[in-house]
Every structure is written in structure tokens, then in C-alpha cells.
């Protein structure tokens, strides 16, 4: 037999177990810390217009170098590998020495040993699976929100960290943004009275796969792309063609995404929690609306100190209400009303300050002598690259980046069957009202998690 085809049969028996069975390192790899001064060596998992972005924020970083990249789409994976090609060859500070490797099984990316942390930037229905399986190699992940397609895999991301001992970062970067930073310190310190209701706006829920069949993109591995998911027709507003410049309404469609529920709504119901002080709890009832077959908002989380949080449909990302006033956040928008009378605001240029000046001075004015002080990041990629170094949990670590995925799956739990279930944010489970199944899905192709 070619010496080759050998080596690569080995490596698919391996990498084939990385996928479908724990991963059993001996304790000492988990609690080795990274050498202060060292490069990390970084793998790109999905490179699609979200990867891009991201790769082009680390790919800069001087403690970053580039080894890989994987992608089921060939065109998008050979981009990939170009842009790291020419960006070392005209930066060569870290250059790795040798062409950028590309994968389309992601297994033969996390089977390396020489890199240390992924980058996942896939659609939502393969996070879990790919986290899961990074997180048991031994590497630290980076995964883009929502961390899971459902509640099992949160649940399951959040054990498999602690069982490992490596670091998350969810890609909520909101939470490394100033205005949504303030907003939420305001609100935990008692700035707007006790808190009454949050109103969160963002889009529809998603629906089940109904696209019609389109000729097959040359270069796509389809059944890959699917994964655990049920196999279905190829249509290209799921994987377009080419290097595309738009996100994919793959998100839309339930197979492989929540809606916006699960898009935007990671977002908002995370500064929703981060607000509430809830990050490492959740809502105890999660109520649909009245004619939820065909909603598009209107959902309701309870908290269990009667705090509702509302999928709404207007104004600024997210709208705290309190007794003595309110705080609307949204990105690169803040508003803090007290007994009616605006104290800071800045929504557009026609207020004729800049945000960053009404920030200063909502602080100055009210949190000069705060009691609470949240976690504060300027950057989130940089956050996530000093918590490799140092070990700690990063802004939007696993249970962070879980619960907040859990709050969106809790109202999508809403709209897809209309049934009010009570939560046990304790145990992660249903108190009452809500059927198992519900928490997962049914795992296709030989994948699970």
C-alpha cells in the first residue's frame, strides 16, 4: 500500500473517533498554560463572510499565526488560504514558514497538534458538534453565537469545558461594547428603580426546510454541509455560490438555525441577562404568544423575580424598564431616561454629540460609586487571546454563551408548538410542561453529541 494512503487511512480511523467518542488526555494537557511569550497557533473552522471577518481580526494580532483553514466549499476554502497565503507573504513577523493547510473535514484540522485554539464559524447546526469534538482535543474555541442549535448541546458545551478545563469565548461580542457595558451596569446598579420588563427586538422565528431543489454548486461537498442535519435538497440561499458578501438564510430554516430568534436574539437576550444578573441562571417560564403558528414576535421569558423579558418588534436592540425610568441600548445607540427627563442620549447625529460623550457622562453622573462593575472589554478577540494566556474566563465564556442560547431555544420552544413550559434554570431541565424531546433533536449521519 502507498505509504500516503496509509498514513491518511490512520488519520480517518483517528479522526473518526475524535468525532463520535470522549477524548481522554491525561490531566496535565488540560491544566498546562499556554507560555506567556509564545505564538498561538490558530485554525479557521467555516469561512464563510462571518470567518472572513474574523480572520482578518486575528490574522493582524502579533500573537496570532494562522496554520489552517476548513471549509465543505471548496471556492471558500482555497480563498481562505490565499488570504493567509498573502498575508504572510507581505507580513512575515510569525509567518508559519510553509503554505496554509485546508481541510474540508473539520477532524483533520483538530487532530493537529501544533495548533492551539478554533476559530468556529459554520452554520449554527454543526457549533456544537465541532466545539465539542475542538474542546476534547485539546484546543480552546472560539465559536460564533448561538453557541448550540438547541438546549442538549448547551448543556453539553457547558460540561464538556468544565470537563476539560479549556477556554470558550462565544462570538456575543456586544458584550465587549461600551454602550451595552454601561447600559447593563446602570440597570444592576438601580439607576432606573426596580426593574419591571425588557423589551428585546429583533426578527421572525425559523421554519422547516420548503426550498426547491437548484443544480448543485460545483466544489460543495452537500452531504458534509449537512451533517447531523436531515438530508435535504440543495438550494443556494443556504450555501450560496462563490465568495459571497451577504450572511445566508440558512439561519432561517429550522434544520440548520433558530430564526433570528437565535441570530439577532443571542444578542439582545444576552444583554438582556447580562442586565438581569442572570448569566449564570435563566427564566423559570417561557410563555408563546396568542396566535403563535404564524408569530413573528411576541414571546416571553419570566424570571423568577417577575422581570419579564419580551420579544419585541421596535425601537433600539434592547429596552430596560424600570420604576424610575429606562435605558435603551442598541449598537452605537444609548438613551437613559430618569422620571421622564432625558440624562444621556445619543441615536444618531442629529443629537449633535457623540456616543461616546453620553456614555462618560452617564457614568460620571451614576456610576461613579457603583457597587456592581461588569467585566469590561474593548475587544473581543483580543479578550478571548489574553484568556488563552492567563486561563481565565473570557466576557462571554461557555456559560454565558449557553444560558443566553438557552433563552433563545426556551421562546423558540414557544413558536414552535405553542405550549407554555415552565424552566429549571438550576438543573436545565423542564419543571413542568414541556416534552424531552424538545431539548434536542434528532442527530443524523452517524454525528451526535
Do not use: M, W
Given at each position: 500500500m502507498n505509504p500516503k494512503f496509509a498514513t491518511r487511512r490512520r488519520f480517518l480511523q483517528s479522526a473518526a473517533a475524535l468525532g463520535a467518542a470522549p477524548l481522554i488526555l491525561p490531566s496535565r494537557v488540560w491544566s498546562a498554560e499556554t507560555k506567556p511569550?509564545?505564538?498561538?497557533?490558530?485554525?479557521?473552522?467555516?469561512?464563510?463572510?462571518?470567518?472572513?471577518?474574523?480572520?482578518?481580526?486575528?490574522?493582524?494580532?502579533?500573537?496570532?499565526?494562522?496554520?489552517?483553514?476548513?471549509?465543505?466549499?471548496?471556492?471558500?476554502?482555497?480563498?481562505?488560504?490565499?488570504?493567509?497565503?498573502?498575508?504572510?507573504?507581505?507580513?512575515?513577523?510569525?509567518?508559519?514558514?510553509?503554505?496554509?493547510?485546508?481541510?474540508?473535514?473539520?477532524?483533520?484540522l483538530l487532530a493537529r497538534k501544533d495548533i492551539d485554539a478554533v476559530v468556529i464559524a459554520t452554520p449554527d447546526h454543526w457549533h456544537a458538534i465541532i466545539t465539542v469534538a475542538a474542546l476534547k482535543a485539546g484546543k480552546d474555541v472560539y465559536c460564533e453565537k448561538p453557541l448550540t442549535h438547541n438546549i442538549h448541546e448547551a448543556i453539553v458545551v457547558m460540561e464538556t469545558v468544565a470537563a476539560t478545563g479549556r477556554v470558550l469565548q462565544t462570538g456575543s461580542m456586544q458584550r465587549s461594547m461600551k454602550e451595552f457595558r454601561v447600559a447593563s451596569e446602570l440597570v444592576r446598579n438601580g439607576v432606573i428603580g426596580k426593574l419591571k420588563t425588557v423589551n428585546c427586538a429583533f426578527g421572525k422565528p425559523a421554519i422547516p426546510h420548503n426550498l426547491p431543489e437548484e443544480p448543485m454548486e460545483p466544489g460543495l461537498d452537500w452531504d458534509r454541509w449537512q451533517g447531523p442535519a436531515p438530508k435535504k435538497v440543495y438550494n443556494s440561499i443556504l450555501s450560496p455560490r462563490g465568495v459571497h458578501n451577504h450572511f445566508p438564510l440558512w439561519r432561517e430554516v429550522r434544520e440548520y438555525g433558530g430564526g433570528y430568534v437565535t441570530d439577532w436574539g443571542a444578542h439582545h437576550l444576552d444583554i438582556a441577562q447580562w442586565g438581569l444578573g442572570t448569566d449564570d441562571s435563566g427564566p423559570v417560564l417561557a410563555t408563546p404568544p396568542e396566535k403563535w403558528e404564524n408569530a413573528k414576535d411576541g414571546a416571553v421569558l419570566t424570571y423568577a423575580n417577575g422581570v419579564t423579558v419580551t420579544h419585541g418588534n421596535g425601537g433600539a436592540g434592547v429596552i430596560f424598564t424600570g420604576e424610575d425610568g429606562t435605558v435603551e441600548v442598541g449598537r452605537g445607540q444609548f438613551e437613559l431616561k430618569l422620571k421622564g427627563e432625558t440624562k444621556a442620549r445619543f441615536k444618531s447625529k442629529e443629537d449633535h454629540v457623540s456616543l461616546d460623550s453620553q456614555l462618560i457622562k452617564a457614568e460620571k453622573e451614576f456610576l461613579a460609586d457603583a457597587k456592581i462593575k461588569l467585566y469590561t472589554s474593548s475587544n473581543h478577540l483580543t479578550d478571548f487571546i489574553e484568556c488563552i494566556r492567563s486561563r481565565k474566563k473570557p466576557n462571554t465564556n461557555e456559560i454565558i454563551g449557553a444560558r443566553s442560547a438557552i433563552c433563545c431555544h426556551l421562546m423558540n420552544i414557544g413558536y414552535y408548538t405553542g405550549q407554555t413550559v415552565k424552566w429549571d434554570p438550576a438543573k436545565n431541565t423542564f419543571a413542568s410542561g414541556g416534552n424531552p424531546a424538545w431539548l434536542t433533536r434528532e442527530y443524523q449521519n452517524g454525528w451526535s453529541v
Open positions: 511569550n509564545s505564538t498561538l497557533n490558530f485554525g479557521f473552522i467555516g469561512n464563510g463572510i462571518q470567518s472572513r471577518g474574523l480572520l482578518g481580526g486575528f490574522i493582524g494580532k502579533d500573537e496570532v499565526r494562522v496554520l489552517a483553514v476548513c471549509d465543505v466549499d471548496t471556492t471558500r476554502r482555497e480563498a481562505a488560504k490565499k488570504r493567509v497565503d498573502d498575508h504572510y507573504a507581505q507580513n512575515t513577523k510569525n509567518a508559519p514558514g510553509k503554505p496554509c493547510d485546508a481541510y474540508n473535514d473539520f477532524r483533520e
